[in-house]
């Protein structure tokens, strides 16, 4: 398995988690994938997470305010890495850096879905904005977590 990234050879491919909202089951899936694929994995949050002992995973813990943990994921990815977040802006810039984004639910953006999903983000902000009540997602289900688990290993395969 090659996870070099594809400009840079010298750089192995990295995986970071936008830490803050991402289930403990998806970290869980993405630990055992990056132990027993020895791939780097870094969670970035403005809080103090669990973080199990090992040599390719940590923990950076940034400033508590609005969008710095995802500014600091957009500082640090390079093309071909993997971001997990469900933040649609954040994962538009990961992808305008080329590197590739797949949400906690299972689905990969990419740059033909992504403007798609900015454009429904924007417009049920501004319906929020307006008073009208739109709902949250789904609760997150065992489902959720066998379409990501599924989705990463066939990425990693790669």
Request: aromatic fraction near 6%; charged fraction near 20%; proline fraction near 7%.
């Amino acid at each position: 398995m090659n996870l070099a990234h594809p400009t840079n050879t010298n750089k192995t491919m990295q995986i970071y988690i936008d830490a803050d909202a991402c289930p403990k089951v998806i970290k869980e899936v993405l630990f055992r994938a990056a132990e027993r694929l020895q791939i780097p994995l870094t969670l970035v949050a403005n809080k103090l997470l669990y973080c199990p002992p090992s040599k390719v995973i940590r923990a950076l813990q940034v400033p508590a305010g609005f969008d710095v943990a995802d500014n600091k994921i957009a500082e640090l990815v390079a093309p071909g890495d993997l971001v997990i977040t469900a933040d649609i802006p954040l994962a538009a810039e990961v992808i305008a850096r080329g590197a590739h984004v797949l949400d906690p639910r299972g689905e990969f953006y990419t740059q033909d879905t992504i403007q798609e999903r900015l454009t429904m983000r924007n417009f049920m902000e501004s319906l929020r904005g307006s008073g009208v009540e739109t709902g949250g997602p789904p609760s997150f289900s065992q489902r959720d977590c066998q379409t990501f688990a599924n989705q990463l290993d066939k990425f990693l395969a790669k």
